[in-house]
């Protein structure tokens, strides 16, 4: 008894020493985006704003680009947002329905053989800053730089290999007696794909929707080479604060985090329960 | 003609998602591609005239990379920085997914939390540490507490600090996919070989290290697999937290490619070294992807038989 005691105890401490390891910098940038310029760089460090204010909130989400104050340069955030916003969404929703529906067909008719997964993960493995370069060159001559389109495109492409590899999984699990059964009963292809394999695999698009779109609203890399004033996205917006040479802007800064952060965390927190089955990639057991 | 006859022709289903797909990686890859390889054999810079009219200066630009002693220290620092990041992810999310996995009291609300990080954007992750790190900030004050006496560590500017920083950067973050990876393959592992080996007076430890633990190594394999390939690609968390300095300390093959590239503008320099990158890279998603067919194709006949 005493034992079962002991073994409780040492599992909570370590849960909660990663729980606080994990809380600390989440807690640090919330708290920052609510504390007047005074209380950025403090010692002691303040971990409670005196006065909370929604100031730095006010100043990035005001409309324009940007203000200058004290010497310190704010950018705003409301056309970032926009952006972000719609080359995540785009590319992800284009992603997760050609990918899902060219896991099916890999799964169910072995097109483009039986390595043709593996041959686009490898394509995913590649780091993107090997193609950054030619791709400046291609896109200009495609009038593609700085584009909307040009930009889906490529996060369209390099988040197939992961649509694929989630999907897989889920679209392995759906029985093929299943579908030929309703297939003897009259039913077409179509009304067999939208009756009997979409509501099974519903959960699978919803987690591999939600990882892709991640992986887009987050990508700094390829949105810095490919795009320059008419479409910049939040992360560029960061890393433009970041390299500036004037006093460090700390409270704008984490209201953008925050701001940036919110609706992935509220969107995962939805669909959490869907988590865990998402995450297999094909390499468990039926 | 028989129903099972129809099914087969369907052949239209084969292809149409296909296509698209297909067309649009040739459509984005193979010119640049070949673009790659032919702004290497040039000596371009942005700055001088269009690239169709450049001189050829072959392989010069190969050379110049190969004798450029920043660029090699990017490449083993970038597969350094990989070794340590990934096995510590591995281990810290297997050993957070094993306390996770039978149901206690507050269970849901430890995953909630673990699931946190791999959700934020990498470069707010940078940023948000930046600011936490400073000489005479919040992680240091943490620190002093916990040791008892005053920790001064300078995380952003003492060259050996500001490595463990940016790797741990990379590990507070991705050990939360980790633990979601290893959680799914807990979950899923098969009840009965480990009933059997329990009624069969295996103890605890033997049952994790000879039935579930090979169980669970196609999990580990696309863990490691997945972790890898992405750590070798770290760019967001040097640019935002170091600017890849002091020095060039934290300077990964991604940071110092897009400098050559776009702040020094010596494009094909920068064409030479992604070329050699490749290679590199190369190497490693040949066994990467050995690993996964092996694993795969070993699931595949367990499950058969």
Redesign the interface.
């Known amino acids: 008894m005493r034992r079962r005691w002991a073994l409780?105890l040492a599992?909570?401490a370590?849960?909660l020493a990663?729980?606080a390891?994990?809380?600390?910098?989440?807690y640090?940038?919330l708290i920052?985006s609510f504390k007047h310029s005074g209380e950025w760089?403090t010692?002691?460090?303040r971990?409670f704003p005196h006065e909370p204010t929604l100031i730095n909130y006010v100043k990035v989400l005001t409309p324009g680009t940007s203000t200058f104050e004290l010497g310190r340069q704010t950018l705003k955030i409301l056309k970032p947002l926009w952006d972000s916003l719609a080359v995540a969404s785009a590319s992800s929703l284009l992603a997760v329905a050609?990918?899902s529906?060219?896991a099916?067909?890999w799964v169910?008719?072995g097109?483009?053989g039986p390595?043709y997964p593996?041959n686009l993960?490898?394509?995913?493995?590649?780091?993107?800053?090997?193609?950054?370069?030619?791709?400046v060159?291609?896109y200009v001559t495609l009038r593609l730089l700085d584009t909307y389109t040009g930009l889906v495109?490529?996060y369209?492409?390099t988040s197939?290999p992961y649509v694929i590899w989630m999907m897989l999984a889920f679209i392995e699990e759906v029985p093929v007696e299943l579908e030929?059964a309703a297939?003897?009963m009259g039913a077409s292809?179509f009304r067999v794909l939208r009756s009997v394999v979409l509501p099974l695999v519903t959960s699978g698009l919803v987690v591999t929707f939600l990882f892709v779109f991640?992986l887009n609203?987050?990508e700094?890399?390829l949105a810095?080479?490919l795009t320059n004033t008419e479409v910049t996205t939040?992360?560029i917006t960061?890393?433009k604060?970041?390299?500036a040479n004037e006093g460090r802007d700390?409270g704008p800064?984490?209201a953008?985090?925050t701001i940036?952060?919110l609706p992935?965390?509220v969107?995962?927190?939805l669909i959490?329960k869907h988590?865990?089955?998402?995450?297999?990639?094909?390499?468990?057991?039926? | 003609m028989s129903?099972l006859a129809r099914?087969e022709r369907?052949?239209i289903?084969?292809?149409?998602?296909?296509v698209?797909?297909?067309g649009?990686?040739v459509v984005?890859?193979l010119?640049?591609?070949i673009?790659?390889v032919y702004?290497s054999l040039l000596s371009w810079r942005i700055t001088r005239g269009a690239?169709w009219n450049a001189p050829f200066t072959w392989l010069d630009s190969f050379a110049v990379a190969l004798g450029d002693e920043r660029f090699l220290w990017a490449l083993v620092r970038t597969f350094g920085f990989a070794a340590v990041a990934v096995p510590l992810e591995l281990a810290?999310g297997f050993?957070?997914a094993f306390?996770?996995r039978e149901p206690?009291r507050?269970r849901r609300l430890?995953s909630?939390?673990?699931?946190?990080?791999?959700?934020?954007?990498?470069?707010?992750?940078?940023?948000?540490?930046?600011?936490?790190l400073?000489d005479?900030?919040?992680?240091n004050?943490?620190l002093s507490l916990l040791a008892g006496r005053p920790v001064t560590v300078r995380w952003l500017s003492d060259y050996t600090a500001a490595k463990v920083a940016v790797i741990g950067a990379d590990v507070?973050q991705w050990?939360?996919?980790t633990f979601?990876?290893f959680?799914?393959?807990l979950?899923?592992l098969?009840r009965d070989p480990i009933r059997a080996a329990r009624v069969m007076g295996a103890t605890r430890w033997q049952v994790f290290w000879h039935v579930e633990l090979p169980?669970l190594k196609?999990?580990i394999?696309?863990a490691l697999v997945?972790r890898s390939?992405e750590a070798?690609?770290i760019?967001?968390y040097p640019?935002?937290l170091t600017?890849g300095g002091p020095g060039n300390s934290t300077e990964t093959?991604?940071v110092y490619?897009?400098r050559v590239?776009?702040e020094f503008a010596r494009?094909s320099h920068?064409?030479a070294m992604?070329?050699i990158?490749?290679v590199v890279?190369s190497l490693?998603?040949f066994v990467?992807?050995r690993v996964?067919?092996r694993?795969?194709r070993r699931?595949a006949e367990?499950?058969a038989g």
């Open positions: 409780t599992r909570h370590a849960l990663w729980a390891v994990t809380l600390l910098p989440i640090w940038m920052t760089v010692w002691p460090p971990w050609l990918g529906a060219l099916y067909s169910r008719f097109t483009g390595r593996y993960l490898s394509i995913r493995m590649v780091p993107p800053i090997v193609i950054a370069v030619p791709f060159v291609y495109l490529v369209v492409a197939l030929r297939r003897v292809r991640i609203w987050s700094l890399l810095l080479a939040l992360p960061l890393n604060f970041q390299s700390y800064q984490a953008i985090g940036a952060t992935v965390v969107l995962g927190f959490q988590l865990v089955k998402g995450f297999s990639f094909g390499m468990i057991r039926k | 129903v099914l369907e052949r289903f084969k292809w149409l998602p296909f698209p797909v297909q649009l990686l984005l890859l010119p640049n591609v673009l790659l702004l690239w810290l050993g957070l306390l996770c206690f507050g430890y909630t939390i673990f699931l946190v990080p791999m959700m934020i954007v990498p470069a707010v992750v940078g940023y948000d540490l930046s600011m936490l400073i005479q900030g919040p992680f004050q943490v507070w050990t939360s996919l979601l990876i959680l799914s393959g979950a899923g098969p169980l196609p999990v394999a696309i997945l390939m070798l690609k760019f967001d640019m935002l600017q093959i991604a490619l897009w590239g776009w494009v920068a064409a992604s070329l990158l490749l890279v490693y998603v990467a992807i996964l067919r694993e795969r699931l367990e499950g």
